[in-house]
């Protein structure tokens, strides 16, 4: 189970913290990804965090402004958005799947519910 929290209303260039908490399946290895979805577009990847090692993963647009970090004693996993754009407004989901970091959505069974980014002046 994935539950994520954090969204709201920024202005451009400001900063925001989404969180996913996870629970029911978090013994071994796992990833947990971040999606996001603007509205009448498909959903996209945005990053992932394996919780064996912390290693990341970003698409380029939120490169060197988004950044994941994972509590493994909670479990949870934050993304730190910065430098805010326009943009980056969409619904942020968080997905977890065994192993490797996948960038379809179609590799992913389990999602938390959304949570709502927009970013306006």
């Known amino acids: 189970q994935l539950q994520a929290f954090g969204g709201g209303l920024v202005q451009p260039g400001g900063s925001l913290r989404l969180s996913c908490a996870a629970s029911?399946?978090?013994?071994?290895?796992?990833?947990l990804a971040w999606f996001r979805q603007a509205p009448g577009k498909e959903r996209e990847w945005v990053s992932c965090?394996?919780?064996?090692?912390?290693?990341?993963e970003y698409e380029a647009p939120v490169k060197g402004r988004f950044t994941l970090s994972f509590d493994n004693a909670k479990p949870t996993v934050y993304l730190q958005m910065s430098s805010l754009k326009t943009e980056d407004t969409g619904v942020y989901y968080c997905?977890?799947?065994?192993?490797?970091?996948?960038?379809?959505?179609?590799?992913?069974?389990?999602w938390g519910q959304g949570t709502q980014v927009t970013v306006s002046s």
């Open positions: 997905a977890a799947r065994r192993r490797l970091c996948e960038r379809s959505p179609d590799a992913y069974d389990n």
């Open positions: 029911g399946f978090t013994t071994g290895a796992y990833v």
């Open positions: 965090i394996a919780s064996n090692d912390g290693s990341t």
